[in-house]
């Protein structure tokens, strides 16, 4: 097991006129499972292409324990990323391919690569029907599957997913959050999750990095991020003058009243006035307020 | 998600909450073992090291300690020391919102004194 630390630094990216990764800075430990989220379009993709050094970038640097990962043999054998499959890409080499013959490119491919604990999940999801399947002939739940499939079977040292549970019934994602923290307690590696259902995460994700407009926002132990944010609700002027000195993400008014996502140290926080109600936020709702940029919550 | 965590407020503290729980409840005794962070982190799915911070949190406070090579028990005298704290907390979660409450609806302190009375005769039987 690597006790590296992948590094990106000031990377840029752009694909044409589009800047996608606009110096970009992030530091991910050996031992953590990360949770990466941002919105449509932020350069999640693009991102985990990069650190796995599957696609090309513009400036910036990418290292592992302080070597370049590009072409690097060494780093490459500590990094998988389980791209997610989609019938939407045709060009994708990989959609083509029967389930068997892309697990078997995995088995090449991974230094790792668990054969048996491989098998056990083909079963367990059922795909062990499938395996003569065209990758790209199987449904969405199927494809992540194999995504998860590929992203476990690996045992790389920094295992990255890329919506994993898109296309997943509930049970199946509760299953496969299981799976991932069996793993972990196992092995201890690093998995990188992408997702856009926060709500199931809760407990998952040690670390969450929040991506906005080519950048990281946050690289955030989860408890201490939340613990940074209220819904401060209440009467308008006794809310206005209780957020005083605090951030103001979001306002919303209704009448006489007045609720608003604030963030502060937690200090601030516990000396909000005891008679406003002062709630804790989810993931879910410290994201919105973070990367909302107003649209969601203030469409007065 | 699961049924026993609420997504609102740190998950560690929770934890802490959920085993403080079954101290009190006899469901965990002293010099009995508690579950250790894997076998939490697997009942409740999450992460390990969250179910750590956790129980860490206790061994802190002197409700749990560590036997080497052996796991996590509960500390003679855990029950009380848990008993004491939530007593403790017990004025500020419980007793001044309902006072609040109170008085936003306009009882007086001898009307909510006679409302504790009478739901405490009502407990009883």
Redesign the interface.
């Known amino acids: 097991m690597s006790e590296g630390t992948l590094k990106a630094t000031r990377l840029c990216k752009s694909y044409g006129k589009k800047d996608v990764l606009r110096g970009l800075d992030l530091e991910l430990v050996p031992g953590?499972?990360y949770g990466l989220i941002g919105r449509n379009g932020a350069g999640k993709t693009t991102l985990l292409s990069i650190l796995t050094a599957q696609n090309t970038w513009d400036e910036g640097e990418v290292t592992l324990n302080g070597e370049p990962v590009w072409e690097n043999r060494h780093a490459l054998d500590q990094l998988c990323f389980a791209r997610e499959l989609s019938p939407a890409l045709k060009t994708g080499g990989a959609n083509g391919l029967r389930v068997k013959d892309y697990l078997r490119a995995a088995a090449i491919y991974y230094p790792n690569w668990d054969v048996a604990y491989a098998e056990r999940l083909l079963k367990e999801f059922g795909l062990d029907r499938e395996r003569k399947t065209r990758v790209d002939k199987l449904s969405k739940g199927m494809m992540s599957m194999v995504t998860i499939t590929l992203a476990l079977a690996s045992r790389a040292p920094f295992t990255f997913l890329d919506e994993p549970v898109a296309g997943l019934d509930v049970v199946a994602r509760?299953r496969f959050?299981?799976l991932l923290?069996?793993d972990?307690?196992e092995t201890g590696r690093t998995f990188v999750v992408s997702t856009h259902i926060l709500?199931?995460t809760?407990?998952?994700?040690?670390r969450v990095v929040i991506l906005d407009e080519g950048k990281v926002l946050e690289n955030t132990p989860?408890?201490s991020l939340?613990?940074q944010f209220r819904l401060v609700d209440g009467p308008a002027e006794a809310v206005e003058a209780a957020c005083t000195g605090l951030k103001v993400l979001s306002r919303e008014t209704l009448g006489r009243r007045l609720s608003c996502v604030v963030r502060g140290t937690p200090e601030q926080l516990a000396a909000l006035p005891?008679?406003l109600d002062a709630?804790?936020?989810?993931?879910q709702k410290v994201f919105v307020a973070l990367c909302g940029h107003g649209e969601v919550l203030n469409h007065e | 998600m699961n049924e026993t965590l609420s997504d609102q407020g740190a998950i560690y503290l929770q934890i802490a909450h959920m085993i403080e729980d079954d101290i009190l409840r006899g469901i965990y005794r002293e010099e009995e073992q508690v579950p250790s962070t894997n076998e939490l982190a697997r009942a409740l799915r999450i992460n390990p090291a969250t179910a750590a911070k956790g129980i860490n949190l206790l061994v802190e406070q002197g409700i749990l300690y560590k036997r080497r090579g052996i796991g996590m028990f509960v500390a003679p005298g855990a029950g009380q020391a848990v008993r004491a704290s939530r007593q403790a907390a017990f004025y500020k979660r419980f007793v001044c919102p309902m006072v609040k409450e109170a008085a936003g609806l306009g009882l007086t302190v001898q009307q909510l004194n006679e409302m504790v009375a009478r739901a405490a005769e009502e407990v009883k039987q």
């Open positions: 953590c499972i509760e959050y299981q923290l069996e972990y307690g709500d199931e809760n407990g998952v994700f040690e989860t408890d939340l613990e005891a008679d709630g804790a936020l989810n993931l």
